[in-house]
């Protein structure tokens, strides 16, 4: 039998280019990804809010523990402290000392101490000792600070020591 040509009115079924079938098995790997990133977050968020409501319920606890300490009067000082955190909260400090500083110096460690002053200690480095005179006088110039006090220093190179001050109280 010999192989006539064609001539029927009905087109043949075109194969796409490869262009197009590439461009779709991309498209389909991007939604997969999509897919998988939306699930992954969507498990995240439900980890985080898990996490969040345990650090509510501890809150609560932790709150309800003050106040009974405040209530037996053994935990006076105690409440004052949290008085103080909550006129001054540490975010407004390091605010503050962050505002004060010179961009060639940083604080490494701060400790807060909350009491009838509340008392700063810093690990403050400085890149030299021009940066380390700077970020004392600006320390010195803030009106929130009192008795700045610098620790040892060396004045070789980087400059690393510890700053004493008191925060004033706005009364």
Same mark, same amino acid.
């Given at each position: ?14 194969? +796409? +280019? ?15 990804? @999509?897919?998988?990133? *939306? ?5 995240? *968020? ?21 106040? *009974?300490? $405040?209530?037996?009067? *053994?935990? $006076?000082?105690?409440?004052?402290? !949290?008085? !103080? ?14 505002? @004060?500083?010179?961009?060639? @110096? ?20 400085? /890149? ?17 600070? !009192?008795?700045?006090? +610098? $620790? +040892?220093?060396? /004045? ?12 004033? /109280?706005?009364?």
């Amino acid at each position: 039998m010999s192989e006539q040509p064609d001539f029927s009115t009905t087109p043949r079924p075109r194969r +796409p +280019p490869a262009r197009e079938v590439i461009l779709l098995g991309v498209g389909l790997l991007a939604l997969s990804f @999509a897919v998988r990133a *939306a699930w992954t977050t969507r498990q995240e *968020a439900g980890a985080a809010r898990d996490r969040l409501s345990q650090v509510q319920r501890e809150i609560g606890t932790l709150e309800a523990r003050v106040r *009974a300490f $405040g209530a037996r009067g *053994a935990g $006076g000082e105690l409440l004052s402290q !949290a008085a !103080a955190a909550g006129e001054v909260p540490p975010e407004r400090i390091v605010a503050t000392l962050a505002g @004060a500083l010179p961009d060639d @110096a940083r604080v490494e460690r701060l400790n807060i101490v909350y009491g009838e002053e509340i008392s700063l200690e810093m690990r403050v480095v400085a /890149r030299d000792p021009a940066a380390w005179d700077r970020t004392l006088e600006r320390l010195e110039e803030t009106t929130s600070l !009192a008795e700045v006090s +610098p $620790g +040892p220093e060396r /004045r070789e190179g980087e400059v690393r020591t510890t700053i004493r001050a008191q925060w004033r /109280r706005r009364r």
